[in-house]
């Protein structure tokens, strides 16, 4: 089955630590994928996205992530996080087997970020 | 800027009524989605609709149904609630890939925080 795997459950850093997050997918062919964030006490909203081009990509708030096709993965970085970034995080996937219409979410990384 | 919006933020209901979490997008997008949200399980997809009157099931459709009779509102519908539906239910739309907007995200509604007692 088609599914995206965050290894991290929670994770705690102090301000100005250097975040990453993995994310790796088990699709193949052609795949679009999103990063989502949730603040707590907010709606989810889209960190970044990668559909085509450059593997790396730059999204809101300083974040980053790169897509490395061979490894399935897709992984946040942020080279300095801050207290604001405290949140919950989710990659998800959609595939031209979908028809890119479903997105496929992984279970999510919660990030406390302590000043 | 799209705006989701779900017609509750709280909601608490008894066992074997029947639910209606309303959602309306106010972008003209054809899919719409509702998924429930649960601890340590992420985000997984009950129902999709890519048209009015037109639905699909998702990874987790037991135990629900929805409607979509206009392009704008997508209900999810809990025909008889029972406690092991207690989540929160989050709304999303999408515009239609190929039609000037291909590969654009969902976006989402704040949710709903659904409790049965």
């Known amino acids: 089955a088609q599914s995206v795997s965050q290894h991290n459950h929670h994770v705690i850093l102090s301000e100005a630590a250097s975040l990453e997050l993995g994310c790796n997918y088990s699709y193949g062919g052609t795949v679009n994928l999103f990063w989502y964030v949730q603040y707590p006490g907010q709606h989810l909203q889209l960190l970044l996205k990668?559909?085509?081009?450059?593997?790396l990509v730059k999204g809101i708030k300083g974040f980053e992530a790169e897509f490395i096709k061979s490894k399935f993965s897709f992984n946040l970085r942020k080279p300095s996080v801050q207290w604001s970034d405290t949140a919950e995080y989710f990659c998800?996937?959609?595939?031209?087997?979908?028809?890119?219409?479903?997105?496929?979410f992984g279970t999510g990384t919660r990030l406390l970020v302590s000043p | 800027d799209v705006k989701v919006t779900q017609s509750s933020r709280y909601l608490v209901k008894r066992t074997g009524e029947k639910v209606f979490l309303e959602c309306v997008q106010d972008?003209?997008?054809?899919?719409m989605f509702w998924y429930r949200q649960d601890p340590g399980l992420g985000l997984r997809l009950i129902y999709f609709s890519y048209d009015v009157k037109m639905k699909e099931k998702g990874d987790i459709p037991e135990g629900y149904s929805v409607s979509r009779e206009k392009k704008e509102r997508f209900s999810l519908i809990l025909e008889s609630a029972s406690t092991n539906q207690t989540s929160m239910y989050l709304c999303a739309s999408s515009p239609q890939p190929g039609q000037g907007n291909s590969n654009q995200p969902q976006h989402f509604g704040d949710g709903t925080r659904l409790s049965i007692l």
């Open positions: 990668y559909f085509s081009g450059d593997p």
């Open positions: 972008m003209d997008h054809e899919n």
């Open positions: 998800a996937v959609n595939s031209m087997n979908t028809g890119f219409q479903k997105l496929v």
